[in-house]
């Protein structure tokens, strides 16, 4: 290959995404330099626009684009039939719930787990107790993977809500262990839902 600098650059930037290795890397793009106009051009337009206007919201840790609000009411759907919040690490774990239909009512997206490189405050997890008490909420079902960082991450939630008027449900064992959310079939997370665990407080 030729030392094209331009192509190194983005070949190393493109290598660090999920499922794509250097050669995958150099196919895209060629492709899109032989498509400059069809594929290049508003391939970079998408990727500028993904950066200026889409964030993750701070409060419910939810994907926003910068045109929708989010503060404490109307963090994610306002819907007034929402009495439980889903606690999930991250917003594919959020789709996977979402594309399984078992689930219906508010996300909370912690953006990972309590580890050495997630501290504690970053997790959202202030913002969790407060939408909680805002959104007159009923449960919140934790549905943090089985890892260890899951399940520690999950007790130190429930330890930070043991104040508030609500029930805790965590999913149910059955999903294998060291499994992630957004990894698991329709069936095993429709499972893990309707048998989640009421977690007693002391
Ligand atoms: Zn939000």
Same mark, same amino acid.
């Given at each position: 290959? /030729?030392n094209?600098?331009e192509?190194e650059?983005?070949?190393?930037?493109?290598s660090?995404?999920p499922?794509l290795?250097?050669r995958?890397? *150099? &196919?895209i793009i060629? *492709?899109?330099?032989?498509?400059?106009?069809?594929?290049l051009?508003?391939?970079?337009?998408?990727?500028?626009d993904l950066?200026?206007n889409?964030s993750?919201?701070?409060?419910?840790?939810?994907?926003?684009?910068?045109?929708q609000?989010?503060?404490?009411?109307?963090?994610?759907?306002?819907?007034k039939?929402?009495n439980?919040?889903c606690?999930?690490?991250?917003?594919?774990d /959020?789709?996977?719930?979402?594309a399984?239909?078992?689930? #219906?009512g508010?996300?909370?997206?912690?953006?990972? $787990?309590i580890?050495?490189s997630?501290?504690?405050e @970053?997790l959202l997890?202030?913002?969790?107790? @407060? &939408?909680i *008490?805002? #959104?007159?909420?009923?449960?919140?079902i934790?549905?943090?993977?089985?890892t $260890?960082?899951?399940? $520690?991450?999950?007790?130190y939630?429930?330890?930070?809500?043991?104040?508030? @008027?609500?029930?805790?449900?965590?999913?149910?064992?059955?999903?294998p262990?060291?499994?992630d959310?957004?990894?698991?079939d329709?069936g095993s997370?429709?499972?893990?839902?309707?048998?989640? /665990?009421n977690?007693?407080?002391d």
């Amino acid at each position: 290959m /030729q030392n094209i600098n331009e192509i190194e650059i983005l070949v190393k930037l493109i290598s660090k995404l999920p499922g794509l290795g250097s050669r995958s890397a *150099k &196919r895209i793009i060629l *492709k899109m330099i032989n498509n400059r106009e069809e594929l290049l051009k508003p391939m970079v337009k998408a990727i500028n626009d993904l950066y200026k206007n889409v964030s993750r919201c701070k409060i419910c840790g939810t994907l926003k684009s910068s045109a929708q609000v989010c503060d404490f009411k109307k963090c994610s759907i306002i819907n007034k039939n929402f009495n439980s919040i889903c606690v999930v690490e991250n917003i594919a774990d /959020q789709w996977s719930v979402e594309a399984s239909g078992i689930y #219906n009512g508010y996300f909370h997206i912690l953006g990972g $787990t309590i580890s050495s490189s997630h501290k504690k405050e @970053e997790l959202l997890i202030n913002s969790l107790v @407060e &939408r909680i *008490k805002v #959104n007159n909420i009923e449960e919140v079902i934790l549905a943090t993977s089985t890892t $260890t960082e899951g399940q $520690t991450t999950a007790f130190y939630i429930q330890d930070a809500l043991k104040d508030l @008027e609500i029930k805790i449900t965590k999913l149910a064992l059955g999903i294998p262990v060291g499994a992630d959310i957004e990894s698991l079939d329709d069936g095993s997370l429709i499972y893990a839902f309707k048998n989640r /665990q009421n977690l007693l407080k002391d």
